[in-house]
């Protein structure tokens, strides 16, 4: 492959603590190496900013629930799709973007990996198609365990060791990455037209409690040492008042430690938090939590968050939590789709519209950015918009302009129609605070990339890791007045290298790169109680049998799997 | 008033996409740039010149500008696509989606329209001399918000699925209709003046409907709940007044649930 050197540009990387100084960046065989010869392809960086490429820890880009969306809303793709293009594939839509527009746009913004965040595991085939269709990220799924019967059936039992055994087979059939939990319970409860908001509402027939499934499945998490920690959407999202029960379901990681080989200080990582740290009994009385809810996630050092700003935008909302999406088509009286998902989970998919001029949405913006304004450690705090459900990722840079630069905000805030009364009910306003550049690179690289596990591999431009280099438009010596121009330069990377192939020159797309999908592969003893109950359940309560479940190799024709033996 | 005269030169293989004819598109331009507007037959890039000869002048602003076009457009889509001002006569037959997102201006088609004929429109003036196809001032697909503004007027009949999703403005068909009308509608005033089979008002919120001539088969979810004298459209009769669909959510307005209104002059 190819040999680059990328010369005189401002280089940005906190995993070796370098901000702003003026290095070479060299690359061969797709990845950073310490020199390259006098042939290597030369790019002057020179008066530009040099990332690592970027790490979405939370993003729903394939599988069953994007598609719903995209049937159900062609009105998202209405004079959003252009004509035929030159050089690449034709692209369609805004909120639930088509494949090869989610990784063109990804690729554009310098991203290099982005995490599936819920993958029912009956439908994990579908998944790896759409992210086998998906150009140039690499990619993961996390598939979703926090209302499987088997999950909750051992953890009743408290049979950490067995919920271990059946989890590693499942990530094993389904190519997944890690421990995802959406609405603990809820939405098993919803099979009964009921839901879990508080941690010790018993979950209908199983007789389990949402606090039972987050601790057992956090102590499941570590028996294995899977390089990712649990990650979870905690119950009763979106309501007035949940900080209560988010804070309360943060307090479960105290005391349970790490153990992996993977780089990972984290046991929990609470995402799109912004949805989780509401005040208020009511619409009217709804205000911002993020102060209280952030002052302990930045003293509990073993959890970390990703933001879910809302972005201000028309979007489809979409999850796992099959209760909630009932609840929103109730609220804006928009198309709703529904689904049942066998023994595992259930999802939803109902259009919504964030209005600058509703006073509840204009809250809901501020407090997403409080939450990354008021991060001590940017290392365990990420910028997702959970895409689509806060906002399209293609707004990350606009909330990186929002981070860092007070300006911007104010811009925005004095566009609303209740301008005052968000400022009432949030902080935003006699907020100061501008992230740094080095800050947003922790935010949206080192930091999601360690949570992760994959910090030998991503967020990061020491020797030996992968050559995901994005180059922007910033001069870090003379950063511009106009926080549009932060935006701008985000949103169009000058040069992206993924995997040392150039992918983006001038802001458009050259090539459609080597795209991986990435899944993790814990070895296990052999569990025969397991094994009967998954024979078990498959005869007695699946539609489908074991041997039609299992993701196929042909699925996932570039995969990098994460192989491990779990001590016992 | 300047006006631009567009006489079609040859007939389209495939149909037409002609989104750039607007007054909007064309104010300010030379012949020249008129002709070099883009348009596009199935996926390849074309240009207005490619299919007509541009003759006139056009004005500074699309107010001023008057665009006719002499001659048929029945493989022409998109004919005043988002237009806002100014008026376009079509000599002739137009197919789809004339007056699409229109938000002002007026457009007469001294012959036919296929189907979306004012779809999503937002204000403005459409009349069709002749009959119109499907969806008369419909919602895109999958969107909720349909037609917010503007008249349409169709002289002759019209096809299925009229003014769905509807929030204001107002449709008139001079003749017949066939089914669904003002499906899913929140607001507007959809006038049919000869007779429809049925399906009128399906989960219907809000809004009126008038029907001059018979509903052949009634919807379940209307009521009947009176009779009153009303002038419409010039027509002075009596109706028989229903409200519905009932099986739909309804909105309060001062602690009363609000209907949508059927009319249907009685016999």
Known sequence: ??????????????????????????????????????????????GKVVM??????????????????????????????????????????????????????????????VMEAAMPPLHSPHVHEEIHDTPIIDQAALPVFGNSWFVLEYLKNEEIDNCAAYIAWLLKVTKGFGIKVVNPGGSSAWAWGLNCLTLSDPVPYFDITPGEIIKGLMKTNEYLGLPHSMHIHQNDLGNPGNYEITLE????????????????????????????????????????????????????????????????????????DG???????????????????????????????????IKVNGIQWAIGLEMGLYAADPMRTFITTDHPNAGPFTRYPRIIKWLMSKQAREETLASFKHTDKVIDATNIHSMDRELSLFEIAQMTRAGPAKALGLASMFGGLGVGM??????????????????????????????FIKSGEIIVKDGDIVSHGNKRTIWVK????????????????????YTVGSDTYEVRDYLAPNPYVIEFDVEA | MAQITLKPTKVPELYLECYNITPDAFAGKSLRQIAEL??????????????????????????ETTINIDGDCSRIKYIGNKMTAGSITINGNADMYVGGWMKGGKIHVMGNVDSFCGIAMEGGEIVVEGDAQNHVGCAYRGDWRGM????????????NDIGTFMLGGTIIIEKDAFIHVSTHAEGGTVIIKGNVQGRVGGQMVKGDIYVLGSVQYMLPGFKKVGSVEQKIDGTEASFTHYIGDLGERHPKSKGKEVYANLYVQEA
């Not at chain 1, 820890?57 to 969306?69: C, L, M, T, Y």
């Not at chain 1, 209405?78 to 494949?99: A, C, D, V, W």
């Not at chain 1, 790490?258 to 009385?285: A, L």
């Open chain 2, 148 to 159: 917010r503004g503007g008249t349409i007027r169709i002289k002759g009949s019209a096809g």
């Open chain 1, 323 to 357: 209760p909630f999406e009932h609840h929103i088509t109730n609220l804006n009286h928009l198309k709703w789709a529904n689904t049942d998902v066998e023994l595992e989970t259930a999802a939803g998919v109902v259009p919504y519209v964030y209005d600058k001029d």
């Open chain 1, 249 to 320: 379901s943060l307090r479960l990681a105290e005391g349970v430690a790490t153990k992996n080989n993977f780089g990972r200080d984290t046991v929990m990582h609470s995402t799109h938090i912004q949805f989780h740290s509401y005040g208020g009994d009511s619409w009217g009385t709804f205000e911002s939590k993020a102060r209280e809810v952030m002052d302990y996630v930045n003293k509990q050092k073993n959890i970390s968050i990703d933001l879910g700003c809302v972005t201000l935008d028309e979007t489809t909302t979409m999850t796992a």
């Open chain 2, 38 to 63: 883009d348009a596009h037959e199935g996926k390849t890039k074309v240009t207005l010149g490619d299919y007509f000869e541009i003759s006139g002048q056009s004005g500074n602003t699309a107010q």
């Open chain 1, 52 to 113: 690592a490429g970027g790490v979405d820890i939370h993003s729903h880009v394939a599988g069953p629930k994007v598609n719903v969306g995209r049937l159900m809303r062609p009105e998202d793709k209405l004079f959003k799709s252009p004509h035929n293009q030159k050089n690449y594939r034709m692209e369609s839509g805004f909120s639930i973007p088509s494949t090869f527009k989610t990784g063109y746009d990804y690729a554009r913004m310098g991203y290099a990996f």
């Open chain 1, 1 to 46: 492959m190819a040999e680059i050197l990328i010369k005189n540009g401002f280089v940005i990387d906190p995993t070796r603590n370098i901000n702003g100084d003026v290095t070479d960046i060299a690359i061969k065989d797709g990845q950073i190496v310490e020199s390259v010869g006098s042939k290597a392809k030369v790019i002057d960086a020179n």
């Open chain 1, 466 to 495: 992968d050559a995901n280099v994005g180059i922007f438009d910033l001069n870090v010596k003379d950063m511009p007045a106009d926080p549009e121009a932060i935006e701008k330069a985000f949103a169009r990377a000058c040069w």
């Open chain 1, 522 to 541: 814990p070895n296990v003893a052999e569990n025969p109680q397991v094994i009967r109950d998954i024979q078990d359940k498959f005869l007695k309560d």
